[in-house]
């Protein structure tokens, strides 16, 4: 399966600014996903990202908030945009393994631990 | 759209005991259905996935689920569990893109 280098790791961020997680792969994709989970919840899929296009935002998610790039096959960034404590979460970038059938197998980046202070 | 339901947020059980977690999906489309379990401050690791054939799903330590369309269950079982296993456990479905359950808490006690 790809393997995926996401970074920060973490980091800790005054209310206000905002923060860009990269995502790189090891191999070319055509799908990427960036998901949140924040404290105690599950993940919730931000926005799915082609390359060529712009991304495309779940109910709930906004491109002014969540500005995404994706300049070529092997990389994203999500930028968390005027941040508040509310988005004190984790960011994980998850791929779909492009030896895969279509929709059956995902690869996730170990996540970006988010602290909006 | 494809979604999963997970019936349980906390399922409490003594070591060596056996358990169940549920998940029910939703889907007009087939699709894969896929059960991740995250350890403490940790990432997300793939347990077992449905993908097609045989509806018993054998994964890693010791975990199975069974695929049921008629039910659209794909529950998570474990005939004896251990310490160790003490996690959050997610269900999720594939199709153009994965979507996960709320996940279920499973706390193993001595």
């Known amino acids: 399966s790809a393997v995926i280098s996401q970074k920060p790791s973490r980091d800790i961020c005054q209310r206000g600014t905002s923060l860009t997680i990269q995502c790189q792969v090891d191999s070319q994709v055509t799908m990427m996903f960036w998901y949140r989970q924040q404290p105690g919840q599950s993940l919730t899929l931000i926005a799915t990202?082609?390359?060529?296009?712009?991304?495309?935002?779940e109910s709930g998610f906004v491109i002014d908030k969540f500005p995404i790039s994706r300049p070529n096959l092997t990389f994203s960034t999500l930028t968390v945009s005027n941040m508040s404590p509310e988005d004190s979460s984790i960011y994980l970038c998850?791929?779909?393994?492009?030896?895969?059938?279509?929709?059956?197998?995902?690869?996730f980046g170990s996540g970006t631990r988010l602290t909006v202070v | 759209a494809q979604s999963v339901t997970q019936l349980d947020s906390q399922v409490p059980v003594f070591e060596e005991a056996p358990v169940e977690l549920r998940c029910n999906y939703s889907s007009s489309v087939s699709v894969y259905l896929f059960w991740y379990v995250q350890y403490p401050n940790q990432g997300l690791q793939l347990l077992l996935k449905?993908?097609?054939?045989?509806?018993l799903v054998k994964g890693i330590n010791g975990f199975e689920a069974e695929f049921n369309k008629s039910q659209t269950s794909f529950h998570l079982r474990k005939p004896s569990v251990h310490i160790s296993d003490t996690a959050e456990y997610f269900c999720?479905?594939?199709?153009?893109?994965?979507?996960f359950g709320a996940g279920t808490r499973l706390t193993v006690k001595p």
């Open positions: 998850s791929v779909e393994d492009p030896r895969s059938d279509r929709g059956s197998g995902y690869t």
């Open positions: 999720a479905v594939g199709h153009n893109d994965m979507r």
């Open positions: 990202a082609n390359q060529g296009s712009e991304a495309t935002y």
């Open positions: 449905y993908l097609s054939g045989s509806t």
